[in-house]
């Protein structure tokens, strides 16, 4: 018998890992909850302003291409942390890796297999999300603008999901333990986004948030209408259209100050710190937020690749 007819070839190894990783994370009953949950949170933002308001709404037509997915950064991170929490560590606790390693298919193979399937799985996710979001806030707001940029956003909210999946599954494959990779995950998350907003508001270093996953800091865009942004990974679709949109566009950071405490009712005053071109920061969302997914992926791939497997 030939080498061809004993092993199949390195496609049909790829794509098997892709299926078996695809119906795994479909089954997974926290996804399907997260999934509802995803659906309930756009929903509000549909439903909430019509049933609350006393007068109809204006028509809104920027409102589908500034709102993207509905999901927020909270959103991105619990997918991703569903997605791939126990996609490598699962592997260990349930003793299924070592007829996984025994099948002719490589740890690499293995792991680009996890990583295709995780993306395919948000990327339906997503695509549903947005036509979902397109067509109620046209039936609520009216006819939209610059609709071909819907794309925008969803590739940018799947960039922004990649980065908390890299960072989870290098916590999975390195601990081997899904409770450690969700605590783990979820105290990242919270202290990152805690920090951000306290650097972000309170110091004169707002520059430093930039470069954490996550929200980042929050600037200004200079203009006639005034719109707040954040700088951070969670924000590369948002970015990226208002750079589209407003391509000589500056943002101004500012910190908060408390002053007259001690001597009455204490104010609440913002100074500006510094500005950046709206370039600049849609430019390096995108760039930090590739390195973190390639760095953390390296991590995670590594300490796939040199687990101790034992029979």
């Given at each position: 018998?030939?080498?061809?007819a ?6 049909t ?5 892709v299926r078996y ?10 996804f399907?909850g997260v999934?509802?949950?995803a ?9 909430l302003?019509v049933?609350l308001?006393?007068q109809p709404?204006q028509?809104?037509?920027?409102y589908?291409?500034?709102?993207g ?12 942390l569903v997605?791939?929490?126990?996609s490598?560590s699962?592997?260990f606790?349930s ?5 996984l390693l025994t099948k002719p298919?490589?740890?690499t193979?293995?792991?680009l297999g996890k990583?295709?399937?995780a993306?395919?799985?948000v990327l339906g996710a997503?695509?549903?999300l947005?036509v979902y979001?397109?067509v109620?806030?046209?039936i ?7 609709l ?7 590739l940018g909210?799947?960039?922004s999901?990649f ?5 989870v599954?290098a916590a999975s494959?390195v ?6 990779a ?8 919270f202290?990152?986004?805690?920090a ?5 508001q309170?110091s004169?270093?707002?520059w ?6 996550g929200?980042?800091a929050?600037g200004t865009?200079?203009s006639t209408?005034?719109q ?5 990974t ?11 949109l407003?391509s000589t566009a500056?943002v101004?950071?500012?910190r908060?100050e408390?002053t ?6 204490g104010?609440?005053?913002q ?14 969302s995108?760039?930090?937020a590739?390195?973190?997914i390639l760095?953390f992926?390296f991590i995670a ?8 497997v034992?029979?």
């Open positions: 018998m030939t080498r061809k004993m092993y199949p070839s390195w496609k190894r790829f794509l098997a890992i990783e695809l119906l795994w994370n479909i089954r997974k009953k926290k399907i999934f509802i949950l659906f309930v949170f756009p929903t509000l933002t549909l439903a302003p049933v308001s006393t709404l028509p809104n037509p920027d589908v291409i500034t709102t997915t509905g999901l927020g950064g909270l959103g991105f991170f619990l997918f991703a997605t791939v929490m126990n490598i699962g592997e606790e003793g299924s890796i070592i007829p298919v490589s740890r193979t293995v792991y990583i295709t399937a993306f395919l799985t997503y695509i549903l947005t979001m397109t109620g806030g046209y609520i707001y009216g006819p939209q603008n610059n071909q940029l819907v794309v925008i956003t969803l909210s799947i960039l999901t980065v908390w999946m890299a960072i599954l494959s601990s081997k333990s899904s409770i450690v969700a605590m783990l995950g979820i105290g990242v998350w202290g990152i986004n805690i951000s907003g306290v650097i972000s309170l004169n270093e707002a430093i948030a930039n470069f954490f996953p929200n980042g929050t865009i200079i209408t005034p707040s942004i954040s700088t951070g969670d924000s590369v679709g948002s970015n990226l259209i208002n750079y589209i407003n500056e101004q950071f500012h908060i408390f007259g405490i001690g001597q009455g009712p104010r609440i005053t100074i500006p710190t510094f500005t950046e071109s709206l370039s600049l920061i849609a430019a390096r995108i760039a930090v590739v390195i973190y760095v992926n791939w590594y300490a796939l690749k040199r687990a101790q034992a029979e």
